[in-house]
Structure formats: structure tokens, C-alpha cells
């Protein structure tokens, strides 16, 4: 059963993003971001029922316009004038796990090469010619595939191509995308290309749940009867989207629609104009479907709310969203005078700046939303400019005593803020992997560069040439090549076998008690641990994070794509109290343990942030019980890094000491603020 459209409860501006792209495919898709079980893809695969019918070229596998016919479609040539047919709308979806030849389409090489024939399947790119491409999960999706997108969405067209033999269709759709934050944030590219992104969220009203508990019921109960009884709906919303299509060409951009729509960009501070684009077409868009042929501000504050919340992030871990007072502050000063008086009279000034007549606020004047130096914000709402407020000495011995005392003596202290975020070095595990891909560890993929060969187990995708020349050179004479023509068996094709990248799970262990300095020291490790998660989210890694303090550790966050929580729970962690090292490497054992077992292509690294003191009980010998935990993540083939925090003028090497244990390299805190580094670790 297909859920209508039109019964979809709440959720107003996801209706209003997907309706506003339904009128104009050129506003450039929509991207879905809310938590789970939200109704996100239930409205999107109900949006093909209401979209208009569209001309095909009978016969034709790529959805050609026998109005204007591609004339590269590998089932052509068509005829201008030949003959059509309708169909409906097709909404494809793509998978998080499919394969490029599945997206894009596979060609089959071995008939090129000895029949010398084009033997094409189509992918799904070609289904959604003129439709709309559904991913859910769009966050999840593996960096090939999202290159593939990139380019078939700007180009309007999707390429095959293997070993020289090239195939190429027009590919033009409506990409609609949906994601839960909470497992890990959109890569930036693709994230601009959506035109509009909307938020959605359960509703809190008890009446609007209890709706929409009813008629998940009645639709469970009587699929046909529920369809039925929103089919009149559904078919006034169809016409209103088709005529709404009839007006958008006759809609009139004027140039102070267009003055408020450029200011409002501005004013938030967009990276390129694309935003700019995106905005004046969903304001056309939003003209259309309101039944008017001049564009108005209205039209505008709309488009500007779904077009520009993901464009005004200015680093990784920002939420996106929209200030409302500067969208109406800009909107304001783009407004045409009244008087049509563009200079005010000498002296006289704006009513809200009582100081001249020349100053402009359509810019906001800091903070978030200039803030482009690269930092993070300040998410304990301390005041970062006035400096912190304890002295720069203390580190070192003496703060460090207070940690060996008894249990109760060394409180908790308040959560620090961290230092602003810088790149850091890019840390490896060792050998070469096989696990998804990303940008940090080397491993066999589906991209990079070819490095051998190996017999196919099924059809040929990458065909090694040379070494398949190679292979079926010594059989010519006995398969009795007289011409100039290359004689192929099955049994001579090769396939390329590529390296590149993957991800990997970075689990972070944390020390978070008080040997490891002042408020000042405090803050820079932080500040470095976010470099390292910011690294994490660029090369597209799981991240968890482990802590210990106290008594025991904790698993602060486990395994997820959702670098933006490690982020949060970093910068909200108190610390203080004794240092129960031996407990967060056990901690760490078992977490990975567990997720060798879920993910086992995944291979992880462990960064370890420490001084190196471990401290407890009297009487215990503590340090022993570290380098035992560590022997333990060694003996399993953990690849790990210390990075050790040590502060004051005599260095004790404890981190130094636990690193060799875990058998990785230790770092130095100042030293992860260069571009690369291979983690060297014994196997």
C-alpha cells in the first residue's frame, strides 16, 4: 500500500519543501533531517502518486521526452516526431548498500571486446529520469556512490565507462533525501546540492498524535477503503501541482523580489551563489503554487526558511538552522522605500539607528553566523575572549598531588570549554584493510588506483587490460587468429583490483580526571580531542568515546556515526578524581569486542588521551594493572595511539611507558597539529 499524500499528518514544511520541488524540479530536491520514526519516508514515497504523468518514447529503457528526445540514449536514435505514450511518475529508491554498477548502470565488457557490441543494462540513475531518486539514510551513503550523484546532479547526465568504451543517457530527476542526525552528519558537497532541507520531529500536541495513531489503524485495517476515502484529495492536490506547473513559466521575478532575496544571502553569509539560485527559484516556485504571477516577500521569507538553514553552517558540528530576527532585519532593509525616495533627506536617520542614515544591519554584527575562523563554539556559555579564569601556573606537580589523595578530597570540577579546533594529523591503522569506504586507512575498494589483478567471479566491472592481453597472447596461434583482431576467452579477463580508503571506528579514551592539569591544560586537550573528532567526521569514521574518572569508566558514547554527539558529550565533561586507567582500556576491550562481532570489516584504532598516571586505592598497584589492560588490546590486534597530556617541568614518561604496552606510537599533545602521520603499531 502507498500512503496518501494528502493524509500525511503535520510535518508542514516537509509537505511544503516536497510540493514546492513537485511544481518546479529545478529547485533542486529536498533534504529530510529528523529523528526515527517521524513518517520522513512515508511522505516522500507518497509524493509520486500526486506528481503529474510523464511522456515516454515507447520502447525506450531511459524515460526519453518524445518532445525533445536525447539523442546520445543508447535505445536511439528517436524520431522528433514519433510516437508516445504516458506513465506515471516513478519514484526510485537507491539503496545505502548498492553498487556503482547498480546505480549508474553496468556494461559488459567482454562483449565489447569480442563481439565489439554495447550490451548496456541500465541503472537505477536511468529509472529516475524525469522522477524522483529516493534515498533514505542519505548520510549512510558510501562516498563512491555520493560522487556518482554529484555529478549526474550537476551534469544532468550519468557515464559509464570501461576501459574505453563509453555510454552515456540523460539523467534528470528530483533527488529526495532522508537522514537521522543522531548517526552521523551529510558530507558538505552533498549537502549543498539539495535545494531546500527541512526539520521534522514527532508532534508534541496529544491530538495531533492521537490522529495519527488513528489513521495508521484505519489504513492497517482497510488499505483499499483508507486509499479510497482520500482519493478526491488526492486528486484536487495532483491537479493544483499541474497547474501550478501551467502558471510557474508566466511568474515574475522583479527586481526587488530579487534585491530581497540576494540581501537575505548575504546577510546570512552563504558560501558561492547557489543559494542565491536555490532561493529565487523555490520563491517562484512558492508563487506558483499560491496561484500568483509576481513574486512577493512572502514568497520569498518561505524559500528563504527551506533554502538556507544547511548553507550558513560554518564548521562540521554546527546544527543548521535559520535566526529569525536577521532574516526579517534583511528582508527590511531590501524593501523598496514607500516614497520611491532611495536617499533620505540630509541629517535624518533610520528609526532604529538613531546615530546616522548610512549604517546597514543587514548583516549580522558576530557570532555564530560570521564566524568563520574555523572555531568551535563555546558550549558551556563561558566567556572565551576575557581569558580563563585560573592562572596559568598550577600545572603540573601540583595540581597533580591532589589527585593521589584520599577519595573525596579532589571534587569534581565543572565542565571547561575547548580550545578552538585546528587540523590535525591524519592518524592510520596499519596493513590494508577491506572495510567500507573513506578517507583514512589504505584497503582494497571499488575506487583508487589499480594495484594488481585477479580472475573475475562474476561480471567484469574494472577490466585490467594489459593483464588480460597478457592472458590470451599465448593462445592466439591455437585459436586460430590469422587477422589483426585479438582472439578472447572468458577465461583471459582480468579484473582490476583498486586501493584506496576506508573508515575506520576511532574510539577515543579519555582521561578525565584531576592529574590531568589545570582549567587551561583541561581545555587545550579538549581542544585537541576535537581536532581529532572533527578529522573523524572529514574521513567519514564510526567514533565512541570512552572515559574514566573517579572509580570506574564509562562508555560516554558508544559506536556511531554521529560525530556531532561525541562533540557534545566532550564538551560537556567535568572532570576531577582519581585515574582508573586499567578500567577504561577494559572498557574500551569490551566495546571492541563487541563491535568486531557487528561490524567486522570495520577495523578499528584506539586513541588513548592521558598523562599516563594511574591512580586508586592505596596499596594497589595500578600502573601494573594498566600495562596488563593494555597487553590485553596488543594481544588483539588493536592499533593504538596515546596521546599523552603531560604537563610541568618533570616529566615521568608514563604515557611514553603505556604506549609501548599497547604496542602503538605515542604523540605528544603539541604534536597532532600537523597533516600526516601513519599510526605504527605492531601487527
Not at 164 to 186: D, K, Y
Not at 188 to 206: C, H, M, S
Not at 353 to 361: C, I, L, V
Not at 382 to 387: H, L
Amino acid at each position: 500500500m502507498v500512503y496518501p499524500f494528502s493524509a500525511v499528518v503535520g510535518m508542514d514544511d516537509m509537505r511544503l519543501a516536497l510540493l514546492l520541488n513537485a511544481v518546479s524540479p529545478a529547485v533542486g530536491g529536498v533534504l529530510v533531517r529528523g529523528e526515527k520514526g517521524t513518517a520522513k519516508s512515508t511522505a516522500v514515497r507518497a509524493l509520486a502518486a500526486v506528481l503529474p504523468p510523464v511522456d515516454v518514447v515507447p520502447g525506450c529503457r531511459f524515460g526519453c521526452d518524445p518532445a525533445a528526445p536525447d539523442p546520445a540514449c543508447p535505445d536511439g536514435p528517436h524520431p522528433a516526431d514519433g510516437p508516445s505514450s504516458q506513465r506515471p511518475a516513478r519514484l526510485v529508491e537507491l539503496p545505502v548498500g548498492a553498487s556503482e554498477d547498480r546505480l549508474v548502470g553496468s556494461l559488459d565488457i567482454e562483449r565489447a571486446l569480442t563481439e565489439g557490441v554495447k550490451s548496456f543494462e541500465p541503472g537505477l540513475l536511468a529509472a529516475a529520469h524525469r522522477g524522483v531518486l529516493y534515498v533514505d539514510e542519505v548520510n549512510l551513503l558510501h562516498d563512491h556512490l555520493v560522487d556518482l550523484l554529484l555529478d549526474a546532479a550537476a551534469l544532468g547526465r550519468a557515464y559509464v565507462e570501461r576501459e574505453g568504451v563509453s555510454v552515456q543517457h540523460a539523467a534528470r530527476f528530483l533527488l529526495v533525501g532522508t537522514m537521522n542526525p543522531e548517526e552521523g552528519e551529510l558530507r558538505p558537497q552533498l549537502l549543498d546540492r539539495f535545494g531546500l532541507t527541512v526539520e521534522v520531529a514527532a508532534p508534541r500536541d496529544a491530538a495531533l498524535r492521537a490522529e495519527v495513531v488513528r489513521r495508521r489503524f484505519a489504513a492497517d485495517a482497510d488499505p483499499a477503503g483508507f486509499e479510497a476515502g482520500w482519493a478526491d484529495e488526492e486528486r484536487s492536490l495532483a491537479a493544483r501541482i499541474a497547474a501550478a506547473r501551467a502558471l510557474l513559466p508566466r511568474v515574475v521575478l522583479g527586481d526587488a523580489a530579487l534585491g530581497q532575496v540576494t540581501a537575505v544571502c548575504a546577510a546570512f553569509g552563504v558560501d558561492g551563489l547557489r543559494a542565491d539560485i536555490v532561493t529565487a527559484r523555490a520563491a517562484i516556485a512558492h508563487a506558483a503554487w499560491s496561484g500568483r504571477e509576481q513574486v512577493t516577500e512572502d514568497d520569498v521569507r518561505v524559500a528563504a526558511r527551506l533554502a538556507l538553514p544547511h548553507r550558513r553552517r560554518r564548521n562540521p558540528f554546527d546544527a543548521p538552522g535559520l535566526d529569525e530576527e536577521t532574516l526579517e532585519q534583511a528582508l527590511d532593509d531590501a524593501r523598496p522605500d514607500p516614497d520611491d525616495d532611495p536617499t533620505p533627506p540630509e541629517g535624518r536617520g533610520r528609526d532604529d539607528d538613531p546615530t546616522d542614515g548610512t549604517a546597514s544591519d543587514s548583516t549580522p554584527s558576530d557570532g555564530a553566523l560570521r564566524d568563520g575562523t574555523g572555531s568551535f563554539p563555546d558550549r558551556s556559555g563561558a566567556d572565551r575572549s576575557g581569558g580563563d579564569p585560573s592562572p596559568p601556573s598550577g600545572e603540573g606537580e601540583g595540581e597533580q598531588a591532589a589527585d593521589d589523595q584520599p577519595a573525596g578530597a579532589a571534587p569534581e570540577r565543572a565542565a571547561v570549554a575547548p580550545d578552538a579546533a585546528f587540523r590535525a594529523r591524519r592518524l592510520e591503522v596499519p596493513g590494508i584493510g577491506a572495510g567500507v569506504a573513506g578517507r583514512r586507512s589504505r584497503a582494497r575498494s571499488e575506487r583508487g588506483r589499480v594495484v594488481g589483478s585477479t580472475r573475475p567471479t562474476g561480471t567484469v566491472t574494472r577490466l585490467h587490460l594489459v593483464d588480460t592481453v597478457v592472458a590470451a597472447a599465448p593462445h592466439q596461434r591455437e585459436r586460430g587468429r590469422t587477422g589483426p583482431g585479438l582472439r578472447l576467452a572468458r577465461t583471459d579477463l582480468r579484473q582490476a583490483e583498486l586501493e584506496g580508503r576506508e573508515g575506520n571506528l576511532v574510539l577515543f579514551v579519555l582521561d578525565a580526571s584531576g592529574s590531568m592539569g589545570s582549567r587551561t591544560r583541561v581545555a587545550a586537550v579538549k581542544g585537541a580531542v576535537l581536532s581529532l573528532l572533527t578529522d573523524a567526521y572529514q574521513r567519514r569514521d564510526k567514533v565512541g568515546l570512552v572515559t574514566f574518572r573517579g572509580a570506574d569508566a564509562e562508555l560516554a558514547l558508544p559506536p556511531t556515526w554521529s560525530v556531532e554527539a561525541a562533540a557534545a558529550r566532550l564538551a560537556d565533561l567535568p572532570t576531577g578524581g582519581r585515574s582508573p586507567i586499567a578500567a577504561g582500556l577494559l572498557r574500551a576491550h569490551e566495546t571492541l569486542r563487541v563491535e568486531r562481532v557487528r561490524d567486522p570489516r570495520r577495523r578499528p584504532l584506539l586513541v588513548v588521551v592521558t598523562d599516563g598516571r594511574a591512580t586508586g586505592e592505596r596499596g594497589t598497584d595500578h600502573l601494573g594493572q594498566a600495562h596488563r589492560a593494555a597487553g590485553l588490546l596488543q594481544a588483539a590486534g588493536t592499533a593504538s595511539v596515546v596521546v599523552d597530556c603531560e604537563s610541568g617541568f618533570v616529566k615521568l614518561g608514563l604515557a611514553h611507558t603505556l604506549g609501548m604496552h599497547l604496542g602503538g606510537q605515542t604523540l605528544r599533545l603539541e604534536e597532532l597539529g600537523e597533516l600526516v602521520q601513519n599510526v605504527k603499531a605492531a601487527a
